[in-house]
């Protein structure tokens, strides 16, 4: 989404399409918003990042900042939904890698608090709704039922995505950076 002033936006994840096609073409029925914005199943590290129009500024800080991380993996390995709103999303074990990671992004990029909200420690998380809608359990039910068999999935981090707005909510990948490069 572009910011108020209408800047169109950036921001970096992990895309995990690739790695489980089965878990992605779940993800892409349980959220059918996503298929139109661009945006394939994967795990959001800092959102939003720079504007469209500022971010190759930021590039090279991005690639030095990822060249010094080293690989990690994890498994996405339940299902939560958020107290604010209904979203449901898969939850990531062991949490604390992906976790530090994502807090080191965010203290060197302080200028792009995650989610907007200076001081946020969002959790890691893939999501798979947009919203809880109308009726909650029935919104988990049926992303539980649609992933059935498919959970724990393993992921392997090797690269972050910049993700970037074609135009406003029409997203496609503008870059990738290899950790440890």
Known sequence: ????????????????ADQNPALAAA????YPERITEGIPFSLTLLYPFATRA????????????????????????DLA?????????????????????????????LE???????GADPPPHAS????????RAAIRIRVERRLEG????????TEVALMEEAEADRWRLRETFRLGA
């Open 112 to 118: 792009f608090p995650p989610y907007r909200e200076a």
């Open 27 to 30: 993800h892409d029925e349980v």
């Open 150 to 157: 498919l959970l724990p999935a393993p992921f392997s981090v």
């Open 54 to 77: 500022e971010v190759d500024r930021y590039l090279e800080s991005v690639r030095t900042f990822l060249a010094d991380e080293s690989s990690f993996g994890f498994e996405l390995v």
């Open 81 to 109: 939904q958020w107290e604010d709103g209904g979203a449901v999303y898969a939850v990531p074990e062991p949490e604390q890698p992906l976790r530090n990671f994502m807090r080191r992004l965010w203290r060197r990029f």
């Open 1 to 16: 989404m572009p910011r108020a002033d209408g800047e169109l936006e950036t921001y970096l994840t992990l895309l995990l």
């Open 128 to 135: 798979l709704t947009y919203t809880g809608g109308e009726d």
